[in-house]
């Protein structure tokens, strides 16, 4: 069975706010930014990308499993759901997927509460606190693993 030549790209929640949000913390480029970078980036390894932003958990974990139909690798940052969300954690677990975690903002210097990921064990590729430009890492990193897999 051939390799899908697709990343499934999912942001969380207020990510659609990007570029007014906070942009001392999430810089000034936009969810529409942050599309077309990863885009690009795949782009470079013969690869598309479903880009999905949604406020609503559900309907990130329903693209999260139909992912496992027809595409090879998931890109996630779950926004506030990284900190709080076994559901979305089960959901990345249950699709035989290589998962990249992203944080535009160093999580891990921020408010407590966002040190915990329950995505970080689920997930094989992570960057965090690269701005904007880690969503391309991920892509890069994620296509190795995927590269690694594909030759067994
Ligand atoms: O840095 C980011 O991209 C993450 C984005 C969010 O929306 C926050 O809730 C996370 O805590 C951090």
């Given at each position: ?144 693993v995927?590269s690694g897999r594909?030759?067994?």
């Open positions: 069975m051939t390799t899908p030549r697709r990343l499934l790209l999912v942001n969380g929640p207020n990510l659609n706010l990007l570029g007014t949000r906070q942009p001392e913390i999430y810089g000034r480029e936009t969810l529409a930014d942050v599309e077309r970078i990863t885009s690009d980036a795949a782009a470079r390894f013969g690869l598309e990308v479903r880009a999905i932003q949604s406020n609503h958990e559900g309907v990130l974990i329903d693209a999260i499993h139909a992912a496992r139909l027809d595409c090879a690798g998931i890109v996630i940052n779950a926004g506030g759901l990284t900190h709080t969300s076994v559901s979305l954690r089960d959901a990345l677990a249950s699709v035989d997927l290589p998962v990249a975690e992203v944080h535009i903002s160093n999580i891990r210097e921020r408010e407590r509460f966002r040190h915990f990921s329950y995505i970080e064990d689920v997930a094989v590729v992570h960057v965090i606190g690269e701005g904007v430009p880690g969503y391309a890492r991920a892509v890069e990193r994620l296509v190795e995927i594909a030759d067994g």
